[in-house]
């Protein structure tokens, strides 16, 4: 199963099970940073964490606060696909990781990104 990441008029297959989005809040500029899975039913957040809290920023009722911050766990089901604004206000866009191997994505104002998995990925997939 591969990650798709259309990003810039580009399509980027990563093979990964799993994946890491850190990113930095745009007015606090804390980090936020959330695990996730690639499944055949699509992608599922398992894990999440928010360094710090404040307005629009609040931890859910559940989340447990640790050194690191707050740590809590998604329970949604999974995503067929997920969008990512690139608004370039941040300061630095998107950290995904996969496989010890990182991108920068939306560090710049443009088009959303946006993420599945597939077999094979493709700009219509």
């Known amino acids: 199963m591969s990650l798709c990441i259309a990003a810039g008029g580009k399509v980027i297959a990563l ?5 890491t989005l850190s990113w930095s809040h745009s007015v606090a500029h804390t980090e936020w940073w959330e695990r996730w899975e690639v499944t055949a039913e699509g ?4 894990e999440a964490r928010i360094s710090g809290s404040g307005a629009g920023m609040e931890p ?3 989340a447990v ?5 707050w740590h809590y766990w998604p329970d949604l089901p999974p995503q067929h696909e997920v969008f990512l604004a690139a608004s370039g206000a941040t300061g630095g866009g998107w950290r995904l990781c996969a496989r010890n ?3 920068m994505l939306g560090t710049a104002a443009g088009e959303p990104l946006r993420l599945w998995q597939a077999r094979e990925c493709s700009a219509g997939g």
């Open 15 to 19: 093979v990964a099970s799993s994946f």
């Open 43 to 46: 992608l599922r957040p398992v």
């Open 60 to 62: 859910p009722p559940d």
């Open 65 to 69: 606060l640790r050194a690191d911050g």
């Open 101 to 103: 191997e990182c991108l």
